[in-house]
Structure formats: structure tokens, C-alpha cells
């Protein structure tokens, strides 16, 4: 039953992952051709653009739902193909426990990040 | 008597790159799992870098430049056609696996016809909508000058 | 599909031996087996055990595909040795190896013990609280035809495991209950007389059950019958699901249809017999 429950999860952070990362994607990738959230111009990269998207607030959030998102996503998918390779029972264990603190660790220093530039970016 | 030596005959992790006739589907299951665990590693490596701009802009500029270098921009490039394609055939497995694109049980008449029939069609147009982002994608790595 | 004519010929049959008692590890032996238009890989093996090697062993009942005995991995793909033509697969040479993610027994036989086990886990069986009415019956279980249709093709299933060698998940996790089990799992839980959802979930939701299926599709490529588990194991999954969102609709049991009033048996026709079991 826990397995329903974490795979149940695993599709919904997928379709949180596809409309978010999409955005993501489509502002760095497609930049040449549609130049979303780009007012300096240019690169989606260079720190004028990075700047001027770090002030709107929605941005900061959207990023940590993101990362909230893509880590469950990517670290269950990660603990699926590694649990089918048939491990004994304390090394799942010890897999779960582990990708939990990784997660945890990876998405407070990661929120940590995303908050300070929002700040650092008002500042000037 | 039952109690005898048994030989062990697992195809082990071998089976799951298939390596033999087998359709279509099996090796876009291979696909899905590789590019998943590309797009995981580059995800952890792009917490911790993007987080770089933090500490000033002249450290986001110092890894900024490393990265335009032509082997991470194809590294890169190849990252992306890894997330257009796990998007996509994403979207294909969540409405199989949620049982929208099986078909209800029939019953089965020679030759058979199985749900994967029945998902076909939705595996190709997930194909083509995958290759086209791509294509988008790679116009703008390489063809649009940055 | 349109079968060429063939004309009969020599095929070279690369057979993956294994005997227990003197070897370590299987190896291949070749045979050469002459071919007439017809012959189905089983004829051919038989061939070879009147004529060439009587210590060839297999394991094979029906012939007609129909018990689900002769599985086998004909040139690396599991199929129904008895059910598979030799022109339709082989115009020089052919492979034949016993059933993989089973233990060898001998030779071409396949140790089938754990697709048992783990199909009877899943509660393969109408599941009811009603103790009474299943021990002495007052009637029948109702059920319309569309309900029936809605499990009926996974009722097919012939226990031959070849879903089971076919499934990538199985080659690496041999806790993984697999493409046949889950399927049964689906035809019980489909089926209107049944109340055992409750029961099966705690197996078939639990971290070697239907989640570790990611639809590769190989288990119904190979089915001989047609059942297609895939299609079971996504339906099983959406029921899954669905009960942990709480959006699973609540099923009313099928009702118990009374004995036909008013009808008298024609004389011709004797009472049922009582039963024999204690």
C-alpha cells in the first residue's frame, strides 16, 4: 500500500515537474526564438536577465516547487531502478534513508539559494 | 526429486536493454530510464551551480563561462533532447499507466490484438512531438548564434 | 498472415542442454533435424528425441497449446514450443533454451515453482464474507454479460509463464510478482461476485507489485492465449489508485438470484447428486 501512495506521487510531481520545467525550458532554451522573461536581451544566462527575473516573487516560488517536485520525481525513479535490481532488505533501507536526506539536504540548500537571491536581487 | 540442483537463469540487468526482437516499447522503456537518470545527475550538478550566483556575479560569470565551452554546450544539448523525450513519453505512460490508453479487457480473437495496439497511435504521435521539440531545441543551441 | 510454401530441408536446431547431475553450467548442442512443412519446434524436439539423443528432456502435455507446458525461448523470444511452426521462425538454424528468470531443472525444463507461489498470493479465488452462502449455496451469484466481459480475457490465462521470461522487470527482480499473477490479481478484483480488493491491495500494492511494471509491453507481445497482463496490471494500477485517492466507486456485491419459482423439473432429468465432501 505505501508504494500507491509514493508512486501516486511520483506521477503528480511528474505533471508539476511538465508545466514548470516546461516554462524553465522554454525561457532558456527557446530564448532565441521566443525571448520569454529576457527584458536585457541576449542570453537568458547573462545576470542582467537573471536579475530581472529573480525580483518577481513568482518566480522564486515557482522555483522551489520545482525543486521540491523534481527531486521527489527524480530520486523515487532513481530508488524504483535500483530496488528492481533486487537488493536485500536492509540495503532498501538504508537507500530509502539515504535518498531522504539527500532530498531534504538538496532542497533546503537549494530553497536557501533561490530565497537570498530574491533578496540579494531587491537589494540592488 | 524436487530438492535437486537448480541452474539460475536470470537474464539480469541485460534484459532490460532488451538485446533481441522485441518491440518498440520495450526499448522506449530503456530510453525513459536512461534519460531519467542523465536528467537526475544534471539536476544535482544544476542545484548546486546555479546556486553560485548567491555569492556574486562574478562567480555565476566564472562558471557561466566554463559551461559556453562547445563540449558542455553539446552536453547540454544532449540534456535537453533527454527531458523533450522523458516529457513526452511521460505524458504516454501516465495515461497507460492510469489505464486511459489500454482499451477495456475484449475478448481475444486470433491474431491477437493487445493494449498495445490500442496505445499506437499515441506512441507515434508522442514520437513525433518529441522529435519536433528536439529539432526546435537544437535550432536553437546551434543554428540561432549566442 | 499468407505462409510461403517451404519446401522440406535440414535445419540445424542449437539446443541449450543442461543435465544436473554432470554439469556445472548449461551449454549448446547441435542437432540437425529434417523439416517438413508443418512441423511445430515441439515435432522437431521429438524428433530429435526418437532419433538422435533419447536424453533430451522437455516438458510438454497437450500439443495444442492449450496446457501451457512447453514454454520455451525459441530463438531468443518465449514462446509455446508446441504452438510455434519451425518455417515461421527458422529457414536455416533455431534456438532453443529453456524459459529464462526460471531456474533449469533439465535441459528445456523450467522450474515454474515461483510463478505459483506468487500467483496464489494474490488471492486467485472469489473472496467473500459471506462464509454460509459459499458453503451451502441458495442460489446464483447474478451477472450481466458486460460484466463478465470486463475480466473475461485476462480468464484465458494458461499459467505457461512465458510473460513471465519476457518481462524485463522479472529478469532482475525475482521478488517481483509479475506479469501473470498481477493479471489474476486484476481478474478477481474485476469480477462482481468478489470482495477481496481489500486483501489483494496489501500484495499487489505492496514494493514488488504492480507498480515495478513500467509497461515495456513484453508480457502480451509473447501471450499465446491473447489475455494481454499489460492491460490488466495498468487497469489494477488505476484501481489502485483510485482507492488511495478515495475515488474508488463502491461496488455492491452481485446479488443472489433465488431458485426459478414455479418451474418443475422434466421428468427425464435427475435431482443433482448430494455432496460427497465431508
Known amino acids: ?52 527575473r529573480a525580483k518577481l516573487l513568482i ?56 530565497l537570498k537571491f530574491y533578496i540579494i536581487a531587491h537589494a540592488g | 526429486m524436487l530438492q535437486d540442483k537448480r541452474c539460475p537463469n536470470s537474464i539480469g540487468v541485460w534484459g532490460w536493454l532488451g538485446g533481441g526482437r522485441w518491440g518498440l516499447e520495450r526499448y522506449l522503456y530503456t530510453l525513459h530510464r536512461l534519460t531519467g537518470l542523465g536528467i537526475l545527475l544534471y539536476f544535482i550538478l544544476h542545484i548546486l551551480v546555479t546556486s553560485s550566483r548567491v555569492f556574486s556575479e562574478k562567480a555565476w560569470e566564472t562558471w557561466m563561462g566554463v559551461f ?69 531545441g537544437g535550432y536553437d543551441f546551434f543554428a540561432l548564434a549566442h | 498472415m499468407t505462409r510461403k510454401l517451404q519446401k522440406e530441408t535440414d535445419i540445424t536446431f542449437h539446443i541449450r542442454r543442461y543435465n544436473p547431475d554432470v554439469d556445472d553450467k548449461p551449454h549448446w548442442q547441435k542437432f540437425i533435424v529434417h523439416v517438413e512443412p508443418g512441423m511445430t519446434v515441439l515435432d522437431g524436439l521429438h524428433q530429435i528425441r ?92 447474478f451477472q450481466s454479460p458486460d460484466e463478465l466481459t470486463e475480466y473475461l480475457q485476462f480468464t484465458y490465462c494458461i499459467k505457461c509463464g512465458l510473460c513471465m521470461a519476457a518481462c524485463p522487470t522479472m529478469a532482475t527482480d525475482p521478488n517481483y510478482l509479475g506479469p501473470q499473477p498481477l493479471a489474476q490479481s486484476y481478474r478477481y478484483t474485476k469480477d462482481t461476485r468478489d470482495d477481496g480488493f481489500n486483501l489483494r491491495k496489501k500484495v499487489v500494492g505492496g514494493s514488488h507489485g504492480a507498480f515495478r511494471c513500467h509497461y515495456a509491453g513484453e508480457c502480451s507481445n509473447v501471450c499465446p492465449k491473447g489475455v494481454d497482463p499489460a492491460r490488466a496490471i495498468q487497469l489494477m494500477k488505476r484501481e489502485l489508485v483510485l482507492d488511495y485517492l478515495k475515488l474508488r466507486k463502491h461496488r ?27
Open chain 1, 1 to 52: 500500500m505505501r508504494e500507491t501512495k509514493l508512486w501516486t506521487w511520483h506521477i503528480f510531481t511528474g505533471i508539476v515537474i511538465l508545466v514548470l520545467l516546461g516554462i524553465h525550458m522554454i525561457t532558456m532554451h527557446l530564448d532565441g526564438i521566443l525571448g520569454w522573461f529576457n527584458p536585457a536581451g541576449g542570453e537568458a544566462i547573462d545576470w542582467a536577465n537573471i536579475v530581472a
Open chain 1, 59 to 114: 518566480i522564486a516560488i515557482l522555483y522551489i516547487v520545482l525543486l521540491a517536485a523534481a527531486l521527489y520525481h527524480g530520486l523515487y525513479g532513481f530508488r524504483t531502478i535500483l530496488f528492481e535490481l533486487g537488493p536485500r532488505q536492509g540495503i532498501q533501507k538504508f537507500i530509502n534513508v539515504l535518498f531522504w536526506i539527500l532530498g531534504i539536504c538538496l532542497f533546503v540548500f537549494g530553497t536557501w539559494a533561490a
Open chain 2, 68 to 136: 559556453s565551452s562547445p563540449v558542455f554546450k553539446i552536453g547540454e544539448f544532449l540534456v535537453y533532447v533527454a527531458f523533450a523525450y522523458h516529457a513526452i513519453n511521460g505524458i504516454r505512460l501516465i495515461l497507460i499507466e492510469l489505464g486511459f490508453s489500454v482499451g477495456k479487457a475484449e475478448e481475444p480473437i486470433y491474431p491477437y490484438k493487445s493494449s498495445l495496439n490500442v496505445q499506437r497511435p499515441l506512441m507515434i504521435v508522442s514520437i513525433i512531438v518529441a522529435a519536433v521539440l528536439i529539432a526546435a
Open chain 3, 50 to 141: 526418437e532419433t538422435q539423443d533419447a536424453s533430451l528432456s522437455m516438458r510438454y502435455s497437450c500439443r495444442m497449446g492449450v496446457c501451457g507446458s512447453c514454454g520455451m525461448l525459441l530463438n531468443g523470444r518465449p514462446a509455446l514450443a508446441c504452438n510455434t511452426q519451425i518455417f515461421d521462425i527458422a529457414s536455416k538454424a533455431l534456438t532453443v533454451a529453456s524459459l529464462p528468470n526460471f531456474d533449469i531443472v533439465k535441459d528445456l525444463v523450467p522450474d515454474l515453482t515461483p510463478l505459483f507461489s506468487k500467483h496464489i498470493s494474490t488471492y486467485p479465488y472469489i473472496v467473500r464474507d459471506d462464509a454460509d452462502e459459499m458453503l451451502n449455496p441458495t442460489g446464483e451469484f
Open chain 3, 252 to 278: 455492491t456485491k452481485s446479488a443472489i438470484l433465488g431458485k426459478p419459482e414455479g418451474v418443475k423439473r422434466r421428468p427425464e432429468i435427475p435431482e443433482a447428486p448430494c455432496f460427497t465432501k465431508e
